[in-house]
């Protein structure tokens, strides 16, 4: 079966750290790996895709790694913002020309001044 | 663009009765997606669409569950008969193509079903 796990569930941690949230997945023939954020109560927002091919994605202050071989992906939050708070999850797409996303159950992340 | 449309934003019904969710997806997407999102299991994909087309229903949990699309600017989610357990928040989202599978997702429906 293919799975996605997140660890931590939830993480609490002073501005101005640099954290790693984390993301395995069972099955390693991924097509490509999606990091999503979601504030509470509104609808996902895409941060980095990755595709199979490729070991990191940058984008301001996240970046996003892939190992396909030991099946894990991890989220780089540099110099968290107290902005930075929300769920963070991960996602993973198998199959070429196949479209569905397997979700992890998210990591959600405070950030207090 | 707008992005992602989703209304209504929140639906309060009584068991038994038929709720219908509506979806504008971005313009020129051409995949389709609909997701449920609970505390307990999380965002599950529920059945998607390509141009218009349904490609994988898997995820529909049972028959009283349904998805259209008629055209490519709008797609429905209806739930007949409604049951407390369906309480959930459904998500809509949009992807173009095969060179690029960013899936873009809308604001959600919050559905209670008392």
């Known amino acids: 079966k293919q799975e996605v796990t997140q660890i931590p569930a939830a993480l609490s941690v002073p501005e101005g750290e640099n954290l790693v949230l984390n993301c395995s997945f069972t099955?390693?023939?991924?097509?490509?790996l999606q990091w999503f954020r979601q504030d509470p109560g509104k609808g996902l927002t895409s941060l980095l895709l990755?595709?199979?091919?490729?070991r990191e994605q940058t984008s301001g202050r996240l970046n996003a790694s892939l190992d396909k071989s030991s099946g894990r992906s991890t989220l780089y939050i540099a110099a968290s913002q107290p902005g930075d708070s929300a769920t963070y999850l991960c996602?993973?797409?198998?199959?070429?020309?196949?479209?569905?996303?397997?979700f992890g159950a998210g990591t959600r992340l405070a950030v207090h001044p | 663009d707008a992005g992602v449309i989703q209304s209504p934003r929140h639906e309060v019904t009584e068991m038994g009765q038929e709720v219908t969710l509506r979806c504008k997806p971005i313009?020129?997407?051409?995949?389709l997606f609909w997701y449920r999102q609970t505390m307990m299991r999380g965002l599950e994909l529920l059945i998607y669409?390509?141009?218009?087309?349904?490609?994988?229903d898997s995820g529909m949990p049972e028959d009283r569950f349904s998805a259209k699309m008629p055209n490519a600017s709008f797609s429905t989610l209806k739930i007949q008969p409604s049951e407390p357990r369906d309480s959930a928040v459904y998500f809509c989202a949009s992807s173009f193509g095969l060179s690029s599978y960013e899936q873009y997702f809308g604001p959600g429906t919050r559905l209670t079903v008392t």
């Open positions: 313009s020129g997407h051409d995949y």
């Open positions: 996602a993973v797409r198998y199959g070429g020309g196949y479209n569905k996303l397997i």
């Open positions: 990755i595709q199979s091919s490729q």
């Open positions: 669409f390509n141009n218009n087309v349904p490609i994988d």
């Open positions: 099955d390693s023939a991924i097509y490509n």
